[in-house]
T-cell receptor, first 112, second 113 residues
Framework: DTEVTQTPKHLVMGMTNKKSLKCEQH?????MYWYKQKAKKPPELMFV???????INESVPSRFSPECPNSSLLNLHLHALQPEDSALYLC???????????FGPGTRLTVT | GDSVTQMEGPVTLSEEAFLTINCTYT??????LFWYVQYPGEGLQLLLK?????DKGSNKGFEATYRKETTSFHLEKGSVQVSDSAVYFC????????????FGDGTTLTVKP
């Protein structure tokens, strides 16, 4: 199984809502990532987990809160987002940090 | 810091044409190099990789060679198809930089029949 799954596929939320994005992989990878991608731009790294511990936080606003409950799951909790946070949110995993990454299909988030 | 520079796009080719997308990099350590492809409405997919100098990565007719002397990793394909239309990202991962990945800006390829 070389698949990274993400749910939901699409999400529309108001600025006062709380929602969560979910990501799952069963490849035994010990590094997992969250990226934000705006249209016609490369992915921007948000967070990296290595062996279920947060290893990189790219100065992301606190309205984004990551969580890694176990080695297969990665969540991104969203609260009080702004319209400029609307984007495609991509999850990825890799054997270890520095190795090739396997991406999920993404969650298309719209903040109204 | 690390950086990746890709040739500016978009690139439009006729089917069966030869493709080159240039990529150069700067890195602190000895990075691994990757090409990823993104089809419309999808996430990125690994296309090929090279982990050390002179390695050649290849997949689905695409090739790229890790050139340390010119700090380049150009993507080539001898005969493109309409189905190759996508955005291509050159990227590096540098263990000297906590294994973080750095992506180029992406090159949009359109192949016309």
């Amino acid at each position: 199984d070389t698949e990274v799954t993400q749910t939901p596929k699409h999400l529309v939320m108001g600025m006062t809502n709380k929602k969560s994005l979910k990501c799952e992989q069963h490849m035994g990878h010990r590094a997992m990532y969250w990226y934000k991608q705006k249209a016609k731009k490369p992915p921007e790294l948000m967070f990296v987990y290595s062996y279920e511990k947060l290893s990189i936080n790219e100065s992301v606003p606190s309205r984004f809160s990551p969580e890694c409950p176990n080695s297969s799951l990665l969540n991104l909790h969203l609260h009080a987002l702004q319209p400029e946070d609307s984007a495609l949110y991509l999850c990825a995993s890799s054997h270890r940090t520095g190795y090739e990454q396997y991406f999920g299909p993404g969650t298309r988030l719209t903040v109204t | 810091g690390d950086s990746v520079t890709q040739m500016e796009g978009p690139v439009t080719l006729s089917e069966e044409a030869f493709l080159t997308i240039n990529c150069t990099y700067t890195a602190t350590g000895y990075p691994s190099l990757f090409w990823y492809v993104q089809y419309p409405g999808e996430g990125l997919q690994l296309l090929l990789k090279a982990t050390k100098a002179d390695d050649k990565g290849s997949n689905k007719g695409f090739e790229a060679t890790y050139r340390k002397e010119t700090t380049s990793f150009h993507l080539e394909k001898g005969s493109v198809q309409v189905s190759d239309s996508a955005v291509y990202f050159c990227a590096l991962s540098d263990l000297a930089n906590a294994g973080k990945s750095t992506f180029g800006d992406g090159t949009t390829l359109t192949v016309k029949p």
